[in-house]
């Protein structure tokens, strides 16, 4: 679980973004346990999705199209696997999903 302090300094940044006219995209994930942050209208909001993936290409080994569909991919397995199955963790799907080991 996400701690509270990191929640509400989240929430405490999206009323600040909404307040100062800022767009913003955050998305924090631990164990699965994610909370997501979204200012600014669907223009803006495109923008700053573009933005990012641009970013991201420079730095990541893998293209962004690539990671985002093989994370729908994860969490589609996680969400259609019965809670009684070992799945193991999500870094494990994407080593089963990528054919090798996650790097």
Excluded: H, Y
């Amino acid at each position: 679980m996400i701690n509270e302090k990191i929640q509400n300094l989240l929430k405490e940044l999206q009323e600040e973004c909404k307040k100062e006219g800022v767009s913003g995209i955050c998305t924090l994930n631990k164990k699965s346990n994610v909370i997501t942050m979204l200012t600014g209208n669907l223009t803006d909001v495109a923008f700053c999705l573009a933005a990012q993936e641009r970013d991201f290409d420079k730095d990541l080994p893998i293209p962004t199209k690539i990671l985002r569909e093989a994370g729908l991919k994860a969490i589609e397995i996680t969400e259609t696997v019965s809670e009684k199955e070992d799945i193991g963790e999500f870094s494990n799907i994407f080593d089963q999903i990528f054919g090798g080991k996650n790097k």
